[in-house]
């Protein structure tokens, strides 16, 4: 079997987020449950989250955040073939988010994949670009992840509704002459799949959240790590970690454990609350955008959540005035 001309590797050229108007505070939430702000930040590090309306839409923040992402890339929708989106709280079966992404954005005929792996959907989804780019099934890929678990959050359980945000991030992917994204490292944990649920009857996000946070503590560390590994670096070599932004006693300890403290350390948790798939790309963009986050940095992204996956890539960021390799025009 001969496999189409592909790439030697692929690269993010761009990034994009959207964030709803409407902010929610700590002690916005203290009048709905029995919490208030120092309990809220004791336990997660969380001060604000962003909101969705009632008839703002997971697609209607992918097309907003795929958008930026575009833009910022200076690549247009016509020169886009590939278009996945990680999401776990669609609310259509059909058509799929991808799908009208690739419809409002005026895109010709891109392959339009959704997929779910809940909190580390982002990083499946830039594996299957990746690849894809890289055996020469597509040559410009945008990958989005958006969420919008206010539509799925029980308003009465303080456990989880303190957690909960909405919002989407993109990159847009494309062939390079070196790899500048690395190849994914990726699993399960099958014996939590029940950890973190969304589920009928009560359609509600709901979670064990000692057995995640246990997860977290004790094994994202040596996966993170394999990630690294794998694409033959040292954690010396990381300028930037980008795990799921789930709560912040999660992250600090695992970059101490990984020996990144002293690194860029994503902590976008603070600001913008868990938005599952999205956190990745949603804190990457903003921080980038920010300034934040200086050009040709090695970054390490690492998503793990519900199912009970997990999986993870190294990625640099893009070098302005780099001309994206983007393929022709459809």
């Not at 890539?313 to 994206?324: A, F, H, M, V, Y």
Request: glycine share 8%.
């Amino acid at each position: 079997m001969q496999l189409p001309m592909g790439s030697a590797g692929s690269q993010v050229v761009g990034f994009g987020h959207f964030q709803p108007r409407d902010v929610v505070t700590n002690d916005d939430l203290s009048r709905l449950v029995d919490t208030n702000d120092e309990w809220i930040r004791a336990r997660t590090g969380i001060v604000t989250r962003h909101l969705a309306a009632e008839t703002e839409t997971v697609a209607d923040m992918a097309i907003e955040a795929g958008r930026y992402a575009l833009a910022d890339a200076a690549v247009q929708i016509d020169q886009v073939d590939l278009i996945v989106v990680a999401t776990t709280t669609a609310t259509d079966r059909t058509p799929n988010t991808a799908g009208r992404v690739a419809h409002a954005l005026g895109a010709g005929s891109p392959v339009i994949i959704d997929i779910n792996t809940a909190c580390s959907g982002f990083c499946h989804a830039l594996a299957i670009a990746d690849s894809a780019i890289r055996t020469g099934t597509a040559t410009v890929a945008l990958v989005i992840a958006s969420e919008k678990l206010s539509a799925v959050t029980d308003w009465t359980d303080r456990s989880t509704c303190i957690l909960t945000a909405d919002g989407a991030g993109a990159m847009v992917v494309t062939a390079s002459d070196s790899p500048r994204i690395s190849a994914v490292s990726w699993g399960s944990a099958s014996r939590m799949v029940d950890t973190v649920r969304i589920q009928a009857p009560t359609d509600r996000f709901e979670q064990d959240g000692q057995s995640v946070f246990r997860w977290a503590i004790s094994d994202a560390a040596r996966h993170a790590r394999a990630v690294i590994e794998r694409a033959g670096y040292t954690p010396d070599d990381i300028d930037v970690l980008a795990a799921h932004q789930a709560n912040l006693r999660i992250i600090e300890p695992l970059a101490k454990k990984l020996g990144l403290e002293d690194k860029i350390v994503l902590t976008d948790v603070t600001e913008s609350g868990n938005t599952s798939a999205a956190s990745i790309p949603l804190g990457l963009s903003k921080w980038w955008h920010a300034g934040r986050i200086p050009e040709d940095a090695l970054a390490l992204l690492f998503g793990f959540g519900g199912g009970f996956a997990y999986a993870g890539q190294l990625i640099r960021t893009p070098i302005r005035g780099l001309e994206p390799q983007a393929g022709p025009q459809r």
